[in-house]
């Protein structure tokens, strides 16, 4: 007998990630709009600008809504780049960021990521994606190959509610209809992630691809992973 029927995942991150780095995609854009600077400065500015917009946001940052998520990547660039110079044209530079980001060429899956989805459809359980996040992660996630691999996305930004709020993890298992003792999910951030799967009655796993890093906080060191194959050895070993 299983004790899980699902398996959720974060995305960014955790799936997928920026490449080569978004300070490096921001620089390189910045420069066809006049701006001369570093991808380094800017992975500075907007950590910093990343920092602050998490430090200030409500429970629900895109809100009701506003599915597109274009208002708070406006405010996050213009902080960003507020910070080292402001493109002389910053609608048109924003513009064409925006929609870069939603294109599969400034992104990566993590080397294993496919197999394990593929691998736990084989095995029977429902995959599905919790992510904060807007709609253009449907078309990137199509773009590289995963929607074909799981059955159901929730999106911070269309749901109306981002992790750890729980209403975006009630919306996941509503929708697949799993009860949430019956479900994990997998994700980077101790806080969106860990904290917040728990406090819906979800297994978390969380996902520290850096083996050294210090386990504190998870309340479980078993319900660390380093890397989404630990996904699977840990299924092994807990469901059934």
């Not at 980001?101 to 496919?114: A, D, G, H, M, N």
Request: proline share 4%; with cysteine.
């Amino acid at each position: 007998m299983r004790n899980y029927d699902a398996v959720f995942f974060d995305a960014a991150n955790t799936l997928l990630y920026p490449y080569p780095s978004v300070g490096a995609v921001y620089a390189e854009v910045a420069a066809r709009y006049g701006v001369t600077t570093t991808s380094d400065a800017v992975q500075a500015a907007f950590r910093q600008a990343w920092t602050e917009s998490q430090a200030a946001a409500d429970v629900a940052r895109y809100g009701v809504g506003e599915p597109d998520g274009r208002r708070f990547w406006r405010a996050l660039v213009h902080a960003t780049f507020a910070q080292v110079a402001l493109p002389d044209d910053f609608e048109a530079f924003f513009d064409e960021l925006y929609w870069l980001f939603s294109r599969p060429t400034v992104w990566r899956l993590y080397p294993e990521c496919l197999m394990v989805l593929q691998t736990l459809r084989q095995r029977g359980y429902t995959v599905g994606i919790i992510s904060n996040w807007d709609i253009r992660l449907l078309d990137l996630l199509h773009g590289l190959g995963v929607m074909a691999c799981v059955q159901h996305v929730s999106i911070s930004a269309v749901v109306g509610w981002e992790k750890p709020h729980g209403s975006i993890f009630t919306h996941a298992l509503d929708a697949v209809g799993v009860a949430p003792a019956r479900a994990v999910h997998v994700g980077d951030s101790l806080y969106a992630d860990v904290h917040g799967a728990r406090q819906a009655g979800m297994q978390p796993l969380w996902l520290r691809r850096d083996s050294d890093a210090h386990r504190d906080g998870t309340q479980d060191d078993d319900a660390v992973i380093h890397d989404l194959n630990g996904v699977l050895d840990w299924l092994a070993k807990h469901d059934g």
